[in-house]
């Protein structure tokens, strides 16, 4: 069992930067893939970016290749995902959540993970 807490929403210009945060309960955290989704009002849950277990491979949507890196710690049971040259766009309800081995294929998949954080907010104002 894992729980999942993001944190680090907010409210951001245009061209700013955030970086949120996923705390995760439970001693396995570690045999996890992570992945970020997004859910802005009105669509489909989207793919963000994922990490495998030892953070030796990472993958991202199209729409945020080049701004946004994740990374994990798993000596704090952690990932984390920086956001750069932040677009109204980008504006959504960012979810954290872990699942076991896969592939680049699978990881953008939300079928593909166990256990979902509640999300946290991010707004980016033009």
């Known amino acids: 069992q894992v729980q999942l807490i993001e944190s680090g929403g907010g409210l951001v210009q245009a061209g700013g930067s955030l970086r949120l945060s996923c705390a995760a309960s439970g001693r396995t955290f570690s045999r996890y893939a992570m992945g970020w989704f997004r859910q802005a009002p009105g669509k489909e849950r989207e793919f963000v970016a994922a990490?495998?277990?030892?953070?030796?491979?990472?993958y991202y949507g199209d729409s945020v290749k080049g701004r946004f890196t994740i990374s994990r710690d798993n000596t704090k049971n952690t990932v984390a995902l920086q956001m750069n040259s932040l677009k109204p766009e980008d504006t959504a309800v960012y979810y954290c959540a872990a699942g076991g081995p896969g592939n680049g294929l699978t990881y953008q998949t939300r079928g593909h993970y166990d256990y979902w954080g509640q999300g946290t907010q991010v707004t980016v104002s033009s």
């Open positions: 990490i495998t277990w030892s953070g030796g491979s990472v």
